[in-house]
């Protein structure tokens, strides 16, 4: 495959949320590509009409009671938020 | 080199004899806890295996053990009074639980895990949370935000990861026995570097609840011990059906232990020749020629098999377990807990910096990979396909389980590195899991023991066992640690 570009990287970083400095997005884009090119071996295995598996249990939608339960308490709860306000956990504005 | 002077035993006792000290009043827990802690304290500035010690706790706890012992309360456990060390990705009511980041540095659960709630249940004393690879993602235990733990063997090497402050906790002396997650490697990896039994149950066995997610489809809880009785021990306790997880399920079997003191003769072994890599060192694989030997005079039939999908695993484990994380790791936003960024004009820009910020080059790399992995575009070539090679490998095990009992490898292609060696080339450092991680992929049972010595520094070897054959693969084991005595190398620290 061809290496990553630091338009992918800079795109990749903006979907997860995650603020890099010019330097780490260098640093990443020449480790990803690197990996990406190890699994580019996959493509030669034969899976046509095979089904994925996405874990190995084979247990498909598990069922449980509604039961009412007490829940954690709001303190010990609320004691890790970085900003807080009473009950309230304080966020910074949704739109500028 | 060894050492087995008589303070020294005490140290490296296994559970079991503790608990046969605790029965016979030669020692109570408080003294086995009281002298863990001295020992801790000791020895830290060189290990650096426990990220939080919870001294006070552990007294009061083992307070309790004694009172229990006596016959007051509850019928005591295995492990009742026994001290012990909880990686710090276990979800610990009242205790800081950080996963090795920066970004939970600060964090106190409001609620134990499951395996964390039941180790409590059955008297066990934890002594603190065992350092890791940030997240747990990581071979050599060099990604922990709060420093590299060092192996007791060789204080300049790498314990393994990611459980390696469990590793050289119980190789050290400094708790009786580790609990650690296992996603690609992460107990049986760092168990053969430090010289203990480490052992990943099959997939389902321990709940995860309360275990910060890496994979959530490959990551089980599981034990690090100084025999393969303690590591059976330690599985009745933790292994439960839990609704709260629902990849859950109940063992088929009562007892871990069922057939730990049955014989080998006539168990159909499998060695699978791919695991036997070109990267592997001669010191390895002498060791694991010698152990073949061993199985073989126990009676065993060793037989050569092929495995050929095992050359694809890395590249199935490292767009999946990515994948994963890169989900599961979303919820560190700097809001609810952990690292906040309360400088920022938007709630946006604030995530992007406290995650900026909060986690390390390892995690960053693994979320933008996986992030990638099932990007628009991408998702079919990646996700998918390995997903699918997954279905493919996962046959390929049960197919070699129609005709063999276990399979045998070594855990590792190496011996313990040196801090730093392979810290800049993340692919040579995922290559230390290659041995481990088709285990994971399958969900299948595997455990590695303590199988020689090379240039000075533990040989691990690893059984596999067959979906829900944990019983089997700890039938082995026992056979092989009876047969051998390198289960009773200790580091001179």
């Avoid at chain 1, 954690?72 to 956990?89: H, I, K």
């Avoid at chain 2, 992929?441 to 066992?465: N, R, T």
Wanted: net charge negative; aromatic share 8%; with cysteine.
């Amino acid at each position: 495959m061809d290496p990553l570009t630091p338009k992918d990287v800079e795109h990749i970083a903006q979907l997860a949320y995650i603020k890099l400095s010019d330097e780490e997005s260098e640093n990443m884009r020449v480790h990803l590509s690197n990996i990406l090119g190890h699994f580019a071996s996959l493509s030669i295995v034969d899976t046509d009409g095979v089904e994925a598996t996405g874990h190995t249990t084979d247990l498909n939608t598990v069922m449980r009671k509604d039961e009412v339960q007490s829940p954690l308490d709001q303190e010990d709860v609320l004691r890790n938020a970085p900003d807080r306000d009473g009950e309230f956990v304080r966020v910074r504005p949704v739109l500028e | 080199m060894t050492t087995q002077s008589t303070n020294s035993d005490f140290y490296f006792s296994s559970a079991r004899e503790l608990r046969t000290k605790f029965d016979q009043r030669e020692i109570s827990s408080v003294e086995a806890t009281r002298s863990m802690l001295e020992r801790i304290s000791t020895l830290e500035p060189s290990l650096n295996s426990y990220i939080t010690v919870t001294g006070e706790r552990a007294l009061k706890d083992a307070e309790a053990a004694d009172q229990r012992l006596q016959g007051t309360g509850q019928e005591p456990t295995p492990l009742t009074g026994v001290p012990i060390m909880v990686k710090d990705n276990f979800s610990t009511k009242d205790v800081e639980t950080t996963a090795a980041s920066n970004i939970l540095k600060g964090y106190i659960p409001p609620y134990d895990g499951t395996a964390v709630s039941l180790l409590k249940e059955a008297g066990a004393v934890i002594l603190g949370k065992g350092n890791l690879d940030e997240f747990a993602m990581g071979s050599s235990n060099e990604s922990s935000a709060f420093g590299p733990v060092h192996n007791p063997w060789d204080v300049k090497r790498v314990p393994g990861g990611s459980s390696g402050g469990a590793a050289a906790a119980v190789a050290a002396g400094e708790c009786f026995m580790g609990f650690g997650s296992d996603t690609g490697g992460s107990i049986r990896q760092p168990a053969s570097l430090c010289g203990v039994v480490g052992m990943k149950p099959t997939y389902g066995l321990v709940s995860r609840f309360g275990l910060l997610a890496f994979g959530s489809s490959l990551d089980q809880i599981g034990p690090l011990t100084r025999s393969v009785a303690d590591c059976a021990d330690a599985l009745n306790i933790i292994s439960s059906h839990d609704r709260r997880d629902s990849t859950s399920v109940a063992a088929p079997f009562t007892d871990f232990a069922q057939d730990i003191n049955a014989d080998v003769a006539g168990m159909k072994i499998g060695v699978p020749k791919e695991y036997l890599v070109d990267g592997i060192e001669r010191g390895v694989r002498s060791a694991f020629e010698t152990s073949l030997k061993t199985l073989e005079d126990l009676g065993a039939e060793i037989i050569e098999i092929s495995l050929p999908l095992t050359d694809h695993a890395l590249a199935v484990y490292y767009i999946i377990a990515p994948s994963e994380a890169s989900a599961n790791l979303s919820r560190y936003d700097g809001v609810k807990y952990g690292l906040g960024s309360l400088d920022n004009s938007t709630s946006a820009q604030a995530t992007e910096a406290a995650r900026g910020k909060g986690f390390g080059d390892e995690v960053k790399r693994r979320i933008l990979l996986g992030t990638y992995a099932l990007s628009a575009g991408y998702y079919d070539a990646y996700y998918k396909k390995a997903q699918q090679v997954r279905t493919l490998i996962r046959r390929e095990f049960t197919d070699a389980f129609l005709k063999f009992d276990a399979l045998v490898t070594p855990t590792s292609p190496t011996t313990a590195f040196k801090i730093g060696e392979k810290i800049d080339d993340p692919f040579q450092m995922y290559m230390n899991d290659v041995c481990t991680i088709p285990v994971n992929i399958a969900g299948l049972p595997s455990i590695s023991v303590p199988g020689g010595m090379s240039d000075g520094l533990p040989v691990g070897l690893q059984f596999i066992g067959p979906q829900f054959g944990d019983t089997a693969v700890i039938r082995v084991a026992a056979a092989y640690e009876r047969a051998t005595d390198w289960h009773q190398n200790h580091p001179l620290i």
